[in-house]
């Protein structure tokens, strides 16, 4: 499965609900902690643009992972959960933001 797959399996459930409405970047760090333990979701961040000067909108997820050297030199498959662990924390960029 790719890294892809992994997360979406993990958020695509999140997005769907929130379509239309907000989402916070806590909801998305509590699911991802729930997924794949406690911490992983401090790896996890939103960026957000503001549209037309009046509401924000997510759009898109980012991921704290570790550098590309270290990914190239791992002989096995890692699974999202690995690679989070082994990347930084990383602070929000944005907090919330409306679900197109």
């Known amino acids: 499965m790719t890294l892809a797959d992994q997360l979406g399996r993990i958020l695509d459930p999140v997005f769907e609900k929130a379509q239309g409405r907000q989402l916070s970047l ?11 333990g406690d911490g ?3 790896r996890v961040s939103l960026t957000c643009r503001d549209v037309d000067k ?4 997510v759009y898109e997820v980012q991921l704290s992972l570790p550098p590309v050297a270290e990914l190239g ?3 096995s498959t890692l ?7 082994k990347g930084p ?9 409306r679900v197109p």
């Open 73 to 75: 030199a791992t002989q």
């Open 79 to 85: 699974s999202l959960q690995d690679l989070l662990f």
């Open 26 to 36: 806590g909801t998305i760090r509590e699911r991802i902690d729930a997924e794949l």
């Open 54 to 57: 009046k509401e924000i909108v």
């Open 89 to 97: 924390t990383i602070s929000a960029q944005c907090l919330r933001g």
């Open 40 to 42: 992983a979701g401090e």
